[in-house]
């Protein structure tokens, strides 16, 4: 069964610089990855995805790059905001009937102006 | 158009009670997905329903169960509750069945706690 890990709870940086938050996999079949970002008291909110044809996805100020063979992915976010501050979940989407978002349990990003 | 509405918001209930949350799609959607967020366990899967029927279902006992409407509303019921199922409860709707590129509109969630 895929396991996502997130082995950052938390990352600080500051405005204007750049936010790089990982993410590691264990199971090399899948179809997506996808980035959610989660303000408190609302729901997770989709920000951009990859699929395992790509190994990098642009849009806007965030990135996602996809290194298969390190089994690793990465969501880079250029210039950072304060309003970017929240925790960002990474997830894989398996897909056909069985379909399901394992998500790993988030980096919480502040970043300071 | 409106999002994913969840009632209630938050509730608290004490050990051995049930709950029953409801979730409301986005109008024309019908797929729902329900997720369990907590602190160390982070998001994890309940189940899933397109079109009234459970797709999916999540490593989660039988005290958690669920079920979809004609119209795509769902609810999911937790018997016999235990302190361990404080949590917040999130929604998720897609339009039709979830896949990679269909992506998930999550719910502001249901925040139970049980006492």
């Known amino acids: 069964d895929q396991q996502v890990k997130q082995n950052s709870p938390s990352l600080s940086v500051q405005e204007g610089r750049i936010s790089i938050l990982n993410c590691d996999y264990t199971n090399s079949m899948f179809d997506y990855f996808l980035w959610y970002k989660k303000y408190p008291a609302e729901g997770p909110t989709f920000l951009i995805s990859?699929?395992?044809?790509?190994d990098k996805n642009e849009d806007g100020r965030f990135t996602v790059f996809l290194n298969k063979s390190a089994k690793h992915l990465s969501l880079h976010i250029v210039p950072s905001q304060p309003g970017d501050s929240a925790v960002y979940f990474c997830?894989?989407?398996?897909?056909?009937?069985?379909?399901?978002?394992?998500f790993g349990k988030g980096t919480l990003l502040t970043v300071n102006p | 158009k409106a999002g994913v509405t969840q009632t209630p918001r938050y509730l608290i209930k004490t050990r051995g009670q049930q709950v029953t949350l409801s979730c409301s799609p986005i109008?024309?959607?019908?797929?729902v997905s329900w997720y369990q967020q907590t602190p160390g366990q982070g998001l994890q899967f309940l189940f899933e329903?397109?079109?009234?029927?459970?797709?999916n279902k999540g490593n989660f006992p039988g005290r958690f169960s669920g079920r979809q409407f004609s119209n795509s509303r769902s609810e999911m019921n937790v018997s016999t509750l235990e302190l361990g199922d404080s949590a917040l409860y999130l929604c998720a709707s897609s339009l039709g069945p979830p896949s990679g590129a269909n992506v998930l509109t999550f719910g502001a969630g249901s925040r139970l706690t049980v006492l």
């Open positions: 329903y397109f079109s009234e029927t459970q797709r």
């Open positions: 109008s024309g959607h019908r797929s």
């Open positions: 997830a894989h989407a398996r897909g056909g009937s069985n379909y399901k978002l394992t």
């Open positions: 990859i699929s395992s044809i790509k």
